[in-house]
């Protein structure tokens, strides 16, 4: 905001001192005018120009005291008879001035009363305005949404700058998150003049999502429709991932009470059906007609038990134990372990890249190696290549595994890392989200690309020496 006036305390002392001598000067040289030109006595009035220099001073006694000071000296040529002016004129006349005189402090002294009042309130409201800019993340925007004005917080949580902000709307940093209903319900409140508050995730310019607390306010003019509106907002992105971890942990500990019971009430008379079952086959010709479907009952169990297996791990991971091996190695064991598969059995596998020794836990980096082999050989109905791409960067070591498939709609991308997602018929919807787990137990990312050359590429990125294993919360 602009600055009208030298703040109040802060009295332009020599600006002053300067405009009192002048009012002296003047009126010493008006006096002597008047007493040197008898007859002009309409010189007289310009006494008024003393009093009015009142409104460049910012000493309150100022109007008052020189329009008293004019006054005397009309008086004392009054009373001394210098001007030589008649008797009638001197008695109407002089008392007439003082009384412009009168009016003409009030009216200077009144101005200055208003001037001091607005300076006090734009100084308030720029107080105020520092205030919010320290609190909050503040915008304005004029009636079509464009944006006016946003502070430094703004342009700091969502990486743009001002300039690239100014004359933009807000879908700039719409990360998509919320329904068109929403948004439209948001519009029709401001452009009724109502106030409208909610949370809000917004993305910013690296592409990073951030909540904010978001309240904004419509500025009305005169006929009660908004000119403007502000926006203010808070980051609550942290809240936002606590709520988020929180609810998954409860998810968890839900999980983990059913793991225990499924654990105990089917996997072990699953065991015991499975072993029956094999007894039953062992005592049939090799080409008993019933005996493709007893194996086809097998192989069911032994996916029932894996998706157990599976749940219990989601359920109760344990904490790494790294040891140090040779990455190359695990991965031949893994296809290895793919072949076993019906899926796997006639996938075309190819490891590249140099050897790298890790220190990390073995069983936990080959069951996601395997893992992710495994979902690459059933998504390409094993039929195609999946190419393995062992890297190391700066301490870390990066596997890509890529496969030759049908890559993932985008609609699902985000939503394939969360349990119990599954697009297959007989899938658990554990695998992905035990994977990327392990990674992160280990200190590192599991990630996905869809490449417009086609496929999937999943990227497992670990340290070279796994960090200690980080506390699970307790659920
Ligand atoms: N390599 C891949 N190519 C295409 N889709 C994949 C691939 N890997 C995973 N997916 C998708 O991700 C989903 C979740 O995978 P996952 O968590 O392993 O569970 P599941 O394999 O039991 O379905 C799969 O159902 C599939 O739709
Ligand atoms: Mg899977």
């Known amino acids: 905001?602009?600055?009208?006036?030298?703040?109040?305390?802060?009295?332009?002392?020599?600006?002053?001192?300067?405009?009192?001598?002048?009012?002296?000067?003047?009126?010493?040289?008006?006096?002597?005018?008047?007493?040197?030109?008898?007859?002009?006595?309409?010189?007289?009035?310009?006494?008024?120009?003393?009093?009015?220099?009142?409104?460049?001073?910012?000493?309150?006694?100022?109007?008052?005291?020189?329009?008293?000071?004019?006054?005397?000296?009309?008086?004392?040529?009054?009373?001394?008879?210098?001007?030589?002016?008649?008797?009638?004129?001197?008695?109407?006349?002089?008392?007439?001035?003082?009384?412009?005189?009168?009016?003409?402090?009030?009216?200077v002294a009144r101005f200055k009363q208003l001037e001091r009042q607005s300076f006090a309130n734009v100084q308030q409201l720029e107080d105020l305005k520092r205030a919010l800019d320290h609190?909050?993340?503040?915008?304005t925007t004029d009636v079509t949404g464009r944006i006016t004005y946003v502070n430094d917080k703004f342009c700091e949580i969502s990486g743009y700058s001002r300039e690239e902000l100014l004359g933009q709307d807000h879908r700039i940093i719409n990360s998509g998150y919320h329904s068109k209903a929403f948004i439209r319900d948001l519009w029709r409140t401001i452009a009724n003049g109502r106030v409208w508050h909610a949370e809000f995730r917004n993305r910013a310019k690296d592409g990073r999502f951030y909540w904010v607390d978001t309240t904004i306010v419509p500025f009305l003019d005169a006929r009660g429709k908004p000119h403007q509106y502000i926006a203010i907002r808070f980051d609550i992105t942290a809240r936002k991932a606590a709520e988020a971890r929180l609810a998954q942990q409860a998810a968890l500990a839900r999980v983990g009470q059913m793991a225990a019971v499924v654990a105990h009430e089917v996997r072990n008379p699953l065991a015991g059906i499975k072993g029956a079952l094999q007894v039953l086959m062992s005592r049939r010709k090799a080409t008993d007609p019933e005996l493709p479907v007893m194996r086809d009952v097998v192989g069911r169990i032994d996916s029932l038990g894996e998706l157990i297996n599976d749940l219990m791990i989601f359920a109760r991971p344990r904490p790494p134990r790294p040891t140090t091996f040779q990455l190359r190695p695990l991965l031949a064991e893994a296809i290895g372990m793919l072949r076993r598969d019906p899926a796997g059995a006639s996938l075309e596998v190819a490891i590249e890249g140099p050897n790298v020794t890790l220190t990390a836990d073995?069983?936990?980096?080959?069951?996601?190696?395997?893992?992710?082999?495994?979902?690459?050989?059933?998504?390409?109905?094993?039929?195609?290549?999946?190419?393995?791409?062992?890297?190391?960067?700066?301490?870390?070591?990066?596997?890509?595994?890529?496969?030759?498939?049908?890559?993932?709609?985008?609609?699902?991308?985000?939503?394939?890392?969360?349990?119990?997602?599954?697009t297959k018929a007989r899938g658990g919807g554990l695998g992905l989200p035990i994977a990327r787990r392990t990674a992160e137990l280990h200190g590192g990312t599991l990630t996905l690309a869809c490449p417009d050359s086609g496929g999937t590429v999943f990227t497992l990125n670990v340290p070279l020496r796994a960090l200690p294993a980080p506390e699970e919360p307790a659920a």
Request: glycine letters at 6%.
């Open 362 to 422: 073995e069983e936990l980096i080959r069951a996601t190696v395997l893992n992710l082999l495994l979902n690459a050989a059933q998504a390409m109905n094993g039929q195609g290549r999946v190419t393995m791409t062992i890297a190391e960067q700066e301490k870390r070591c990066v596997l890509q595994i890529r496969d030759t498939g049908p890559g993932i709609p985008p609609e699902i991308r985000d939503q394939v890392f969360e349990p119990f997602f599954t």
């Open 1 to 107: 905001m602009r600055t009208l006036e030298p703040p109040q305390g802060h009295v332009d002392k020599p600006r002053d001192a300067l405009i009192h001598l002048a009012g002296m000067t003047l009126a010493a040289a008006i006096f002597a005018v008047d007493l040197s030109l008898p007859l002009a006595y309409a010189i007289g009035i310009l006494y008024v120009l003393v009093i009015v220099l009142g409104l460049w001073t910012d000493w309150r006694p100022y109007p008052v005291l020189s329009a008293m000071g004019v006054t005397t000296l009309l008086v004392l040529d009054v009373v001394a008879g210098w001007s030589d002016n008649p008797p009638p004129v001197i008695f109407v006349d002089r008392p007439l001035m003082a009384l412009v005189f009168i009016a003409t402090a009030t009216i």
């Open 135 to 139: 609190a909050a993340i503040v915008a």
